[in-house]
T-cell receptor
């Protein structure tokens, strides 16, 4: 299993500013992901954070808006850039340990970062 | 592409009654299916998962789910609801993007006394 922590847990930001969210896993993991959960909605995959290379973004998400870093096997950051009220969401970090093979592997989630943009 | 559909965005049951939360999947490959629970202001917690072993999967907190290929379903059940079961429940399937999960829209479970 993996225990995931995120910082900050919540923030209120002004329009046009940027926020960097940190994700720390307590063990080395093969895959790390970032999701967005808009109010009252399900989780949408933003990107896969690749260790030592550029993240892989899903349709509708771009690097300029959501730059991601993953410098090692236990840590990743997501930046929400030039924020607008539409970016108000919960952002969740997730990881897989690779213990059970890629497709069957359990995906663990952090507690989320609740972002409000005014 | 792999996807899941959860029928019923809100389900209300009485304490002690059967809980049934519905999930149907669509997958071009044999699916790996998951149920997660999200309590208010918390992250997601794995309830159970199906990975092609037994079709009846038992999870935590008394929940279980049965994989039915003929019906493309993976419904979640619990024989007797507790007040503490009130939460948001998400069905998910392993997708193709780094094998990240694709989630359904979620079902909010309300348990009444």
């Amino acid at each position: 299993s993996a225990v995931i922590s995120q910082k900050p847990s919540r923030d209120i930001c002004q329009r046009g500013t940027s926020l960097t969210i940190q994700c720390q896993v307590d063990s080395q993991v093969t895959m790390m992901f970032w999701y967005r959960q808009q109010p009252g909605q399900s989780l949408t995959l933003i990107a896969t954070a690749n260790q030592g290379s550029e993240a892989t973004y899903e349709s509708g998400f771009v690097i300029d808006k959501f730059p991601i870093s993953r410098p090692n096997l236990t840590f990743s950051t997501l930046t929400v850039s030039n924020m607008s009220p539409e970016d108000s969401s919960i952002y969740l970090c997730s990881s897989k340990t690779g213990e059970e093979g890629s497709r069957a592997d359990t995906q663990y989630f952090g507690p989320g970062t609740r972002l409000t943009v005014l | 592409a792999q996807s899941v559909t959860q029928l019923g965005s809100h389900v209300s049951v009485s304490e002690g009654a059967l809980v049934l939360l519905r999930c149907n999947y669509s997958s071009s490959v044999p699916p790996y299916l998951f149920w997660y629970v999200q309590y208010p202001n918390q992250g997601l917690q794995l309830l159970l998962k199906y990975t092609s072993a037994a079709t009846l999967v038992k999870g935590i907190n008394g929940f279980e789910a049965e994989f039915k290929k003929s019906e493309t379903s993976f419904h979640l059940t619990k024989p007797s609801a507790h007040m503490s079961d009130a939460a948001e429940y998400f069905c998910a399937v392993t997708g193709s993007s780094g094998y990240a999960l694709n989630f359904g829209k979620g079902t909010s479970l309300l348990v009444t006394p």
